[in-house]
Every structure is written in structure tokens, then in C-alpha cells.
């Protein structure tokens, strides 16, 4: 993770293949994030806030994945990288693909 204060900058959604939006929602506890993240305001979620069933190693690797297709972008604020759901600019991309992924139901831990 990059040092505090430089925030890294999430990909445009316009530029991702939708092979990697697909392998990035692939992962279920990557469909946790982006289901906690749309469940609440903006800026709200610190990547420690979700409750997720990997180590901390795990977890900064799954919001870089999300990251990385331009599903989320993040930011910080003090000790804590908060999150957003870049929920419009990605359904501006793949139409209907978020949506899925809303309407799932988790599968139980």
C-alpha cells in the first residue's frame, strides 16, 4: 500500500477490459466489499470497517484488485484509507453488471 497522504488513484472504467471487471467481481469476498460499500454513504467505509473473513494482507489485496478495474476509489483521511463505490462511472461501462452483483445473495461463512 502506498505511504499515507499519497492516495492511489483508481482506474477509468473506460479503459477496462470487461474480462478484469468480471475476474475482479469473481472473487466473493470481493462482492462483500462492493456490497458494503454501496450499503453506505460515500467516504464512509475505512478498508478495516467491512467485516471480511481474510487477513489483513488479503483484504489491501482485494480493494487493490477493485481498485485497479475503477470500482472503488479511496482516500485518506488521518490513520484510515476511506473508500467509494465508483458505482456510476462503472455502470456507465458495463451497464447492469453492478446490479447483478447487488442483487446476489452472500452466500452464507
Known amino acids: 500500500m502506498p505511504a ?3 492516495e492511489p488513484a483508481p482506474a477509468d472504467p ?10 475482479a ?3 466473493p469476498v470481493r462482492r462483500l466489499i462492493v456490497r458494503a460499500l454501496a450499503a453506505a454513504p460515500d ?3 475505512a478498508c478495516g470497517s467491512i467485516d471480511l473473513p481474510v487477513s489483513k ?5 482485494h480493494f487493490t484488485v477493485l481498485r ?10 488521518g490513520a484510515r484509507r476511506l473508500n467509494r463505490l465508483r458505482r ?4 456507465r461501462r458495463f451497464p447492469g453488471l ?3 452483483v447487488l442483487a446476489e445473495e452472500p452466500a452464507e461463512r
Open 4 to 6: 499515507r497522504g499519497t
Open 14 to 23: 473506460d479503459l477496462v477490459p470487461l474480462q478484469a471487471a468480471l475476474d
Open 25 to 27: 467481481l469473481a472473487d
Open 43 to 45: 467516504w464512509t467505509h
Open 57 to 61: 494482507a488479503t483484504r489491501t489485496h
Open 68 to 77: 485497479a478495474v475503477g470500482l472503488l476509489e479511496q482516500r485518506d483521511e
Open 88 to 91: 456510476e462511472e462503472f455502470d
Open 98 to 100: 453492478l446490479a447483478l
